[in-house]
């Protein structure tokens, strides 16, 4: 956010650069209260809040000038999420997630007191009050196996391999009870066979319109079909749009839903147009195909729809006309911003707003007020300083408008050349999001004296979604060109020693990686984590092979030849590049097999490489001990064959 992001870079010039932080305060799940005066958080200063899931707080403040006026902790072993305010802002409900025990608690406070108003054996996601206040919803997992989601560890795959499989329900609660947990048990509305994603309620508080999809909830994300689901238990379709859907709104009067629709590889990162479909069922219509950018959230305000937009190297706040698809921008600035609603939280009237704003260079903080002039309201990060130095890089090839970001030592010496690191983004469907660096690999490999450039090719967010789908059927070929491409824009505006590239990636760009290093000999080292090297037996391996079919057009064993074409081991005899290669053992996204045959091509190349499989991690590595492991082997990797 320009404001906040001025505001927080001149309080940060006062401190020394380079003076790495012991923590930084993290905030999460942001949400005004529908009036506007208050604003609610999860807050913790421990390190890495978003993966590691530690222990916070939720704290309330002032929205004029971020006083704290209360603070609530009533589960010392738990993770908070789920922050939502009440229609008239007398109360706020969160979750209380166990994640060991796989349990949770939906706590409703009231008159300064958080009182459990549900204990519940499973997983509890996303609570919503009901439009007068009187119920709760919430999805519900019972009993589940594993954490929801296939970026996390998968369930050992012994004994045997059947079909059950977790199911994430919409289920309804009163929303006060005997303050002891033991009030109304839930009650389930949506089928037992299906998994809900995401959901809405309807305006007379009677139903909800949901993306949702039978079967396991980690695969069929890309195939969900949008319904309406009653508090009666009814349960019908709406559309099948043929995109995948994300953030569906019900309109004020009840006659249509809005969602955001596109290619996506992955449930978490959004982006893509604007579609309206009738509730009453209907054909789902794009009303923003033209549109030179990414939505990434909405939110009805009254009768007008808000959105979130990720805009070539900026984030923007919108209104969107569903009738039209026309656009007006609202507020625009090249930090990222994030809260508990999207990217930013709304008051009732639309008129201010509330979010979680970054840079590379400028820490976290809260900003709120009216949306086109929102100010900082936090200052617990005020003393920290910028750790690298960042710059957006634009470029254009092959007919495309391409943008990427560079970071670098914030000391450079006048003549001197640097190694650089391309670090190739997951997905495809995503963009690299300036977050502020102070820990982490990136960071790491800036302060160990590397450049780091991070393009955001075709395939990405950013640039509209003829964008997004232009890496259909040519994984690793437009995209690939684009970030050669881009290396050649930065090697003109940085000092970077052309001689010495590394390339990195984990997911997708652990792909791209294993894809580079036998297609080019540019780069004298790579790093591939959680890669592909097959996509013929990767279809039969993972656990997401759903997504893959509107990429490649077809299924692996319709149509082997299509998915071969683009497998990094068909090349394997062009590989020269010494790769370091990683995955986590029990990754249902890019199964370890796949990092173990791309080893086993390289050692019959007689190419260096290196191979670590971390147990019991799944697609992130998330232990501390392994983190610090790999972040050793990935520096002395890159110092082995870039030098210093």
Avoid at 289 to 295: A, D, E, F, H, M
Avoid at 329 to 343: R, V
């Amino acid at each position: 956010m320009a404001g906040l992001v001025l505001a927080m870079a001149l309080a940060a010039a006062a401190t020394p650069p380079n003076k790495v932080p012991d923590h930084v305060r993290q905030y999460h799940d942001v949400m005004i209260s529908p009036k506007g005066d208050q604003v609610a958080a999860v807050e913790s200063d421990d390190p890495f809040a978003s993966e590691a899931e530690p222990h916070g707080q939720v704290i309330v403040r002032e929205r004029a000038d971020g006083k704290i006026l209360a603070q609530y902790d009533p589960c010392q072993t738990c993770f908070y999420a789920g922050l939502r305010w009440s229609p008239d802002g007398k109360a706020l409900v969160f979750v209380a997630s166990n994640r060991k025990t796989k349990s949770a608690t939906l706590q409703v406070v009231r008159d300064g007191k958080a009182t459990p108003v549900l204990d519940f054996a499973g997983l509890l996601e996303d609570p919503l009050w009901s439009p007068d206040g009187r119920t709760l919803a919430v999805l519900a997992t019972d009993r589940p196996r594993k954490q929801t989601g296939a970026t996390q560890a998968g369930a050992a795959l012994v004994g045997v391999i059947d079909s059950v499989t977790d199911e994430q329900r919409i289920a309804i609660l009163p929303a006060a009870n005997d303050g002891k947990g033991g009030g109304a048990p839930l009650k389930f509305l949506s089928p037992a066979d299906t998994f809900v994603y995401e959901y809405d309620w309807t305006p007379d508080g009677k139903g909800f319109a949901a993306t949702a999809a039978k079967g396991d909830g980690d695969n069929n994300w890309w195939i969900a079909k949008l319904v309406a689901v009653g508090t009666d238990g009814s349960f019908r379709q709406i559309a099948d749009p043929g995109v995948q859907m994300k953030w569906p709104k019900v309109a004020p009067d009840g006659k249509s839903v809005t969602f955001i629709g596109g290619l996506h590889s992955d449930f978490g990162p959004t982006g893509g147009d604007l579609y309206v479909a009738p509730y009453a069922g209907g054909t789902a219509i794009d009303k923003t195909p033209s549109y030179k950018g990414s939505l990434t959230s909405l939110a009805w305000r009254g009768k007008t729809l808000f959105a979130t937009a990720i805009e070539g190297d900026h984030n923007s706040v919108l209104s969107v006309d569903p009738a039209n698809g026309a656009v007006k921008t609202l507020f625009t600035s090249e930090a990222t911003f994030s809260s508990g609603e999207g990217k930013v939280s709304l008051s009732a009237d639309g008129k201010l707003m509330a979010s979680v704003g970054e840079t590379f260079t400028v820490p976290p903080h809260i900003g709120a007020g009216p949306i086109d002039k929102p100010k900082v309201i936090t200052h617990e990060n005020d003393a920290l300083s910028a750790q690298v130095t960042a710059r957006s890089v634009r470029w254009t090839n092959e007919g495309f408008n391409v943008q990427g970001w560079l970071t670098g030592p914030t000391n450079i010496e006048p003549g001197k050349t640097y190694p650089m690191i391309v670090l190739i983004h997951g997905g495809p469907s995503s963009a690299v999001q300036p977050t502020y660096m102070w820990k982490g690999t990136t960071n790491d490999l800036v302060q160990h004296g590397f450049f780091v450039f991070q393009p955001n090719p075709r395939g990405s967010f950013g640039q509209g979604e003829a964008f997004t789908k232009a890496n259909v059927k040519d994984f690793g070929g437009g995209d690939l060109r684009d970030i050669l491409a881009g290396v050649d824009a930065v090697e003109k505006v940085a000092p970077v020693d052309d001689k010495r590239l590394g390339v990195y990636g984990h997911s997708y760009g652990g792909y791209m990686t294993m894809w580079t290093v036998t297609h080019s000999n540019r780069f004298k080292a790579g790093v591939a984590g959680a890669g592909i090297a097959d996509w013929v037996s990767y279809y039969g391996e993972n656990g997401i092979n759903q997504w893959m079919v509107p990429f490649f057009g077809t299924t692996a064993y319709k149509d082997p030849a299509a998915y071969d074409k683009f497998s990094p081991i068909r090349y394997i005899q062009a590989a020269k590049t010494p790769t370091f290669i990683y995955v986590g053992e029990r990754d249902v996204e890019c199964p370890a097999d796949q990092s173990l045959q791309f080893h086993a091509g390289l050692d019959a190349m007689h190419v260096p490489n290196s191979l670590v499989i971390y147990a019991g991690e799944g697609h992130g590595i998330r232990d501390a001990d392994h983190k610090e492991d790999l972040k050793q082997r990935i520096l002395g990797w890159f110092d082995k064959y870039l030098g210093q």
